[in-house]
């Protein structure tokens, strides 16, 4: 093999798990506030993170900072958070394939970062991470990110690099209240959303709606795609419970890579950079999830807290190659994912030998069943049939003491049983088969994940933090399907085995915040080692653990309100991603970015008729993916200014948004080839692009 196919990328992600689709900034207070019509009440018993884990880097993105934002997605908007970096296969239309990296993880962000909603986790059993972009914008309360490890100990596995937990709104002061938002931009997208939330007694409830649709950027690039969420509420001072329905319906076009090859004098950035090489490849994804539960006070300071809930995800995606199609490069996949879960809890707020107390301890119960069909063509015999369930059964505590009223220290731990059956059925006689069936896998395991941390305020302005953590990642369904090399140096067909080791990791980290009157900073840094990460070989098509890695750096944000209109602020990251051990020691790790930076402006021009946001972002340049020997070129360095002006009167609102002002020819993903220099494939993003909305509130 010469080169990595030009679709290599998307079958890694999307051959191999279906669908890949699916923040932190100081917690500042806004320059004014966003006329809402949902005045949400918060359930603070949702979220397992409360004021956030002590010694951990910890803040907040408010539902201002989101409406204020220049950003069109959700990650975008988290991308000026330092530390996060962001990373697109599919033109940006709307974030769908725009996966959040926290601390460096590069391929694999999304298996290292884990997504929750109200404390809830949101990754599945697959590869395919969590698709911010179904989640509607107008329902989101706040972002609470945990950088590092710490959160494993109170959520598990995924939680490497950090913990992203989206909180919703969930009602309104008022009796009634509604929203209606539309607008149009670049590259023919159309969207629409649509919000009511309502309030009776102790009953509440609320629906947000949303709707995209987009040609975008490239050809083969289009994007529908309509989701919403609702529940029912139901609260008095000892009880409340509630009952949450989402669902998601998307369908998005894939345009592959485009080529770059010096020795022939290829390069499809500058030819035909809007191009697809995969003209007719897609996917197609319908979620549905449903979480129940309630919160039950015990005696004064304890509250039993009990939810549950199930979530099913249907796939598809079809793959045909580059023109002229040939039946050797097709495939089509079709998957069903499902998932049970029980999560008791119990919070106990009490003083202990005199000292204020708050432990968290419960029991979390995951069952998940995968099954896909992966044949040559949509209605032909499927040539491998996976069938792979995993139960997961794992107990936790989390304390937290404050030794003195300017002192607080925070210790837990968790341990997790994880049980998997894997099977293959192969038809050797279904159209396309050519290679043989995988072994069948039992395996049980336990792993363990720990924190200690504390945080020291020499005063209302200085504050000390730190803290030492423990993780583990198990391998997924998909990692484990793609397990192994599938042929020998003669071609002839390996059993796969489903067979990888757990991820594991250990970290420091510690830090200072400051604040005085309008000016707010925190500053870290951090050092993390790991063992058996996962990695997947994007030329010879299967996963593998790699040698030990190290990953450490340094994370400063800070704000400034620089008069009653004028807030500024900014940040950055010093983020090293090496290999410590094997023939890569010393390299880099591929697609981490070592220095990000962003800046940023808030000013309120006129009484809120008028308001400016200005967002600058930077990032340096990377190496690119399948790059471990650190010989090819580097994704280069690049920066985007987005412009927005906003304003409300009355009841109407409205906002005209310029993204990447300077019309930045960027990518921020490529995979580069293993045995020819210089040679490698670039999924572009788009140049200048406008976004104009209006909505009204009733």
Known sequence: MSSLSAVARQRRCLLTCTLLVPLMSLDIAPVFAQQ??????????????????????????????????????????I???????????????????????????????????????????????????????????????????????????????????????????????????????????????????????????????????????SDGYRDNNALTQRAGVGDIRYATPDFSAFLTLSGDNQHLGLPGGRTVDPSIGLNQLLTDRRGATTPLDYTDKQGVNVTAGFTKTLWSGAELIVDGGVRNKDQQAGFFGPLPLSSFNASYVDTNLQTWSLTPRLSIKNIVFGLPSDVLTGIDYYDATYHSNRSQLQGTAPIHVYDLSQRTLASYWQQTVSLLPSTDVSYGGRIQRTSLSARDRFDINAPGAFDTQALPLNSDETQHALHAGLEHRFNDVFAVFGRVASAFRTPNVDERVASGPSFDAN?????????????????????????????????????????????????????????????????????????????????????????????????????????????????????????????????????MDNDQFNTQPVIPANATIDLKLSGEYDRFFWSLAVNNLLDAQYYDYAVASTFTPGRFNAYPLPGRRYMVKAGATF
Do not use: C
């Open 36 to 77: 809402s019509p949902e005045l949400p009440a918060i359930n603070v018993t949702a979220s397992r993170l409360f004021n956030g884990i002590v010694g951990a880097s910890t803040s907040v993105i408010s539902a201002d900072d989101i409406a204020h934002s220049p950003a069109l997605t959700v990650q975008e908007i």
């Open 79 to 213: 991308a000026r958070t330092p530390g996060v970096q962001v990373q697109s296969l599919y033109g940006g239309v709307n974030g769908a394939g725009t996966s959040v990296d926290l601390r460096g993880f590069g391929a694999f962000a999304t298996a290292n970062t884990l997504v929750l909603i109200n404390g809830r986790r949101l990754n599945d059993l697959d590869l395919a991470g969590v698709d911010l972009s179904t989640i509607p914008r107008d329902s989101i309360e706040r972002i609470e990110i945990t950088k590092g490890n710490s959160g494993a100990v109170l959520y598990g596995d995924n939680a490497v690099g950090g913990v992203v937990n989206i909180v919703t709104k969930t009602g309104s002061a008022k009796p009634l209240a509604m929203r209606v938002e539309g607008g149009a931009g670049s590259f023919g997208q159309q969207l629409g959303s649509a919000s009511v939330a309502a309030n009776a007694g102790p009953w509440s409830s609320s629906f947000y709606g949303s709707g995209i649709r």
């Open 491 to 623: 071609f002839n067909p390996i059993p796969g085995t489903f067979s990888l080791k757990t991820q594991t990791s250990r970290d420091i980290e510690a830090g200072f915040r400051i604040k005085a009157g309008g000016f707010a900073v925190q500053s870290s840094i951090y050092g993390m080692d790991l063992s058996n990460e996962i990695h997947y070989n994007p030329v010879l098509f299967y996963n593998t653990n790699l040698d030990a890695t190290r990953r450490y750096g340094s994370e400063t944000s800070a704000s400034l309100q620089l008069s009653e209109p004028v807030l500024l602020r900014g940040g950055l990251a010093l983020t090293r991603a090496v290999f410590r051990e094997g023939v890569f020691a010393g390299h880099d790790v591929p697609l981490v970015s070592p220095l990000t930076a962003n800046a940023g402006v808030t000013w309120n021009v006129w009484d809120r008729f008028i308001v400016l946001d200005a967002t600058v972002r930077y990032w340096s340049s990377r190496r």
